[in-house]
Each structure stands twice: as structure tokens, then as C-alpha cells.
């Protein structure tokens, strides 16, 4: 069976340090990797998604990157963190192709202070 | 790009009653509409899912109805339990991306 698996699960960072925070997934080849960003008490925003290894789609410009170097592999990244970037950061993964079914890691906090 | 609104965006049920949250989307091209409920702390967990070619479904307690000319969708929980108080979200996708609604508080009292 697959499985997605995301961490740190917490961090509190200070303004202007850096973040990376990784995702890997377990039991499937190529599949589609998507971070999500998740405010408190709101919605989820789509932040990246890749669809292969180098290959990442921008939803929202904003001072974060993604990066893909291997196959199963999702990295979210920031130079300078913002007191804005505080917030739950979801990995999530789906089968390669089109209309189907998106599946969340656990999640990370963080927050910035 | 595609939007999705939901309503309400809480609901506050007595034990036993039916639950009922609808979304709209305006992408006539959507051709998925995944459900996702959300616990405090963890990442949504997929409950139920309806593609186009199909008016309803039905899996125990939950079922989904979409009504395609109207491009609307609605989530149907019957004798709500407790473990049924979570955020849910319905999402709309015909690509490689959902677009999430805003979510629904539901909160089954005792």
C-alpha cells in the first residue's frame, strides 16, 4: 500500500530564516506531488505541484519554491521566512494522470514568529 | 480557474439527525468532486467521491449527490454520531488539481 510521510511536523522559525521542509512517498511510481498550504480555520491553497522529477507547476507566486529530486521526493523551501508564511503545510500525492483521487500526509505547523 | 463555494460553513446537529452541506463550482469541465473530512491537527482523509458520469452515490452513512447542469454537489450524513464532528471540504477537479471550498464545521451535540 502507499504511503506519504512529511516532516518536521512542528516548527517555530524566526522571521527572515530559512525552511525546508520535505515529503517523500512510499508504494507507487510517478505519481503527482502537490503541496498545500492551509491557514488557521481556512481553506486549502495550492501552492506547487509537480508531475514528474524537476518538473514544478507555481499556483500562487509567493516567497516560498518547491523543488523534485527524486521521483518520490517533494521539498517546500524559503530563503527568508515571513511572519505571513505561518500556517499547516500539506504534502499530498495522487496516481499519475489526470481526475484522480489526491491523498494528504499528516501535515507540519509552522509558525513563524 | 475553477471556484468552489460551500455552504454552510458551520453546522451544529443533534445526534442521530441528518447532516447536508452543498457546494457549487463554475467549471462546467470539473469531472471529480472528491470529499475530504478533516480532524483537528491531521491532513483531510478522502470519504467519498463522485465523477460525472455518475448522479449519486452511497457508502453506509454518507452519500453524495451531483447534479451536473446545475453544477452543484451536496454531501448527505445520516444518524450523525459523534466521531462525525470534523471540518469537511468538497473539492472540483478535471485536471491535475483540486479546488478546495472553504470547509463546514460539523459538530454532532450528545
Known amino acids: 500500500s502507499q504511503t506519504i510521510h512529511q516532516w518536521p511536523a512542528t516548527l517555530v522559525q524566526p522571521v527572515g530564516s530559512p525552511l525546508s521542509l520535505e515529503c517523500t512517498v512510499e508504494?507507487?511510481?510517478?505519481?503527482?506531488l502537490y503541496w498545500y498550504r492551509q491557514a488557521a480555520g481556512r481553506g486549502l491553497q495550492l501552492l506547487f505541484y509537480?508531475?514528474?522529477?524537476?518538473?514544478i507547476s507555481s499556483e500562487v507566486p509567493q516567497n516560498l519554491s518547491a523543488s523534485r529530486p527524486q521521483d518520490r521526493q517533494f521539498i517546500l523551501s524559503s530563503k527568508k521566512l515571513l511572519l505571513s508564511d505561518s500556517g499547516f503545510y500539506l504534502c499530498?500525492?495522487?496516481?499519475?494522470?489526470?481526475?484522480?483521487?489526491?491523498?494528504f500526509g499528516e501535515g507540519s505547523w509552522l509558525t513563524v514568529v | 480557474g475553477e471556484n468552489v463555494e460551500q455552504h454552510p460553513s458551520t453546522l451544529s446537529v443533534q445526534e442521530g439527525d441528518s447532516a447536508v452541506i452543498k457546494c457549487t463550482y463554475s467549471?462546467?469541465?470539473?469531472?471529480?468532486f472528491p470529499w475530504y473530512k478533516q480532524e483537528l491537527g491531521k491532513g483531510p482523509q478522502l470519504i467519498i467521491d463522485?465523477?460525472?458520469?455518475?448522479g449519486e452515490k452511497k457508502d453506509q452513512r454518507i452519500a453524495v449527490t451531483l447534479n451536473k447542469t446545475a453544477k452543484h454537489f451536496s454531501l448527505h450524513i445520516t444518524e450523525t454520531q459523534p466521531e462525525d464532528s470534523a471540518v469537511y471540504f468538497c473539492?472540483?477537479?478535471?485536471?491535475?488539481?483540486?479546488?478546495f471550498g472553504a470547509g463546514t464545521t460539523v459538530t454532532v451535540r450528545a
Open positions: 467549471d462546467s469541465a470539473s469531472n471529480y
Open positions: 499530498a500525492w495522487s496516481v499519475q494522470g489526470s481526475g484522480n483521487t489526491i491523498y
Open positions: 509537480s508531475v514528474g522529477i524537476g518538473q
Open positions: 473539492a472540483a477537479s478535471y485536471d491535475y488539481k483540486l479546488s
Open positions: 508504494g507507487t511510481s510517478n505519481p503527482n
Open positions: 463522485i465523477r460525472s458520469n455518475v
